[in-house]
């Protein structure tokens, strides 16, 4: 290895998406040789590569990277392909080009050999009481799946509801920023058995199909009992604000979307949630349901309301008419309000415009609208479109 008196150019590249401790280590190690530089590969490679969106944009992995003090200077790879860095290396002109020992290959051996690089293989070692990380090991230990959170029309999705009358329900996907808790409105059960298809991520591919297909997946036509609605699926897989028009049926006969940046930002400033508890064991939020034509009219009406003001981003309008969606739930499912659920709504109602329970409620989170987001709540983020 060089001593201070002759620096030499050392180059290493990759993705680092989801930069970790074991990426942190391989630049210490790498820069032991000379001063470290790195090539990135862009977000039209990653996609390209990996079939899938980037977790961070080129321009925040560039950011990162180079706030690593190992590393002398950072570029986006201009190329393509596994060998993307070859405009970078002719740019860096770099004395040794090194790689971690399962990203070596014959073509980077071969292309240092016709430049006259020297070639350097390391083996992942992380630093002392470290855990040895990789990429692939981080996505297996954790979901990257969405959650869903239902804004207005809750239980239309349900033919026993939709009967006395056709409607909407609105939802919107949100990114896992936290780990949510289980039994909690936020679509878990739905969530769980997605993972059993798509372990990390969704894949990149029509939304509305991979709805279909976690709505079918999970419900068995050979089972007899409950059939989880399909705003569920629906609300995690399909990105943005989303509202599904349910008539009488398991499925919406129309399904309507906004991706529009100005609405979804104002949606996320202004929408929060609040933990309470999960739903206890043996609840049944359907126990003493009053389902009636005037009641299912109140719950159609006001979330043609909610989304005619969240289009217009009404905050006044949009928290009447949440309101009123979260009444006429109750006024169906009286059971929703479990015991506890009151005092956590005495708390939080001062501190916003309006508010309800996430999903089928008995417990779980509520969802606020407020001005601005109080201390305490977590604040939201809409996945956006991914294709």
């Not at 930069?19 to 977000?43: M, Q």
């Not at 790879?77 to 002109?93: H, Q």
């Not at 299912?296 to 949009?318: G, M, P, S, Y």
């Not at 709540?377 to 996945?383: E, H, L, S, T």
């Amino acid at each position: 290895m060089e001593t201070e008196a002759k620096r030499k150019k050392v180059f290493v590249s990759g993705c680092y998406d989801m930069l970790h401790s074991g990426h942190v280590a391989f630049f210490k190690e790498a820069s032991k040789y000379g001063d470290l530089y790195v090539g990135i590969g862009s977000d039209a490679t990653i996609e390209q590569l990996k079939n899938r969106k980037t977790v961070y944009s080129e321009r925040e992995r560039l950011y990162m990277v180079k706030a690593i003090r190992y590393v002398t200077d950072a570029f986006i790879n201009t190329g393509s392909g596994m060998m993307d860095f070859v405009e970078t290396v002719e740019r860096v002109k770099p004395d040794i080009f090194v790689v971690n020992s399962d990203g070596g290959s014959d073509d980077k051996r071969e292309f240092c050999r016709q430049r006259g690089i020297e070639y350097v293989e390391l083996e992942r070692t992380p630093d002392a009481g470290l855990k040895a990380r990789s990429t692939t090991s981080l996505r297996k230990e954790s979901s990257h799946l969405p959650y869903r959170v239902d804004l207005a029309g809750t239980w239309i999705d349900q033919p026993y509801v939709s009967c006395f009358g056709a409607g909407w329900a609105i939802t919107v996907s949100i990114e896992p920023t936290i780990e949510f808790m289980e039994r909690a409105g936020m679509s878990t059960s739905t969530r769980n058995a997605a993972r059993k298809i798509w372990p990390y991520e969704l894949p990149a591919y029509n939304e509305e199909m991979l709805a279909r297909l976690l709505f079918c997946f999970e419900n068995d036509p050979e089972h007899e009992g409950h059939i989880s609605g399909a705003q569920d699926a629906i609300g995690i897989c399909m990105s943005g604000l989303c509202r599904h028009y349910y008539d009488n049926r398991y499925w919406p006969s129309r399904i309507e979307t906004c991706h529009d940046e100005d609405i979804l930002t104002w949606l996320e400033s202004h929408l929060c949630l609040v933990p309470m508890f999960p739903r206890r064991p043996g609840t049944s939020v359907v126990k003493g349901k009053s389902v009636t034509p005037e009641k299912v009219k109140a719950l159609t009406t006001a979330a043609d309301n909610c989304w005619q003001a969240i289009l217009a981003k009404d905050l006044e309008k949009f928290a009447q008419a949440y309101q009123a969606s979260f009444e006429a739930q109750i006024a169906m499912f009286p059971a929703m309000m479990a015991e506890g659920v009151q005092d956590f709504i005495n708390i939080w109602s001062g501190k916003s415009l309006a508010w309800k329970m996430t999903g089928a409620g008995g417990g779980g989170y509520l969802a606020l609208i407020v001005e601005n987001v109080p201390e305490g709540a977590i604040p939201i983020k809409i996945r956006r479109y991914n294709q």
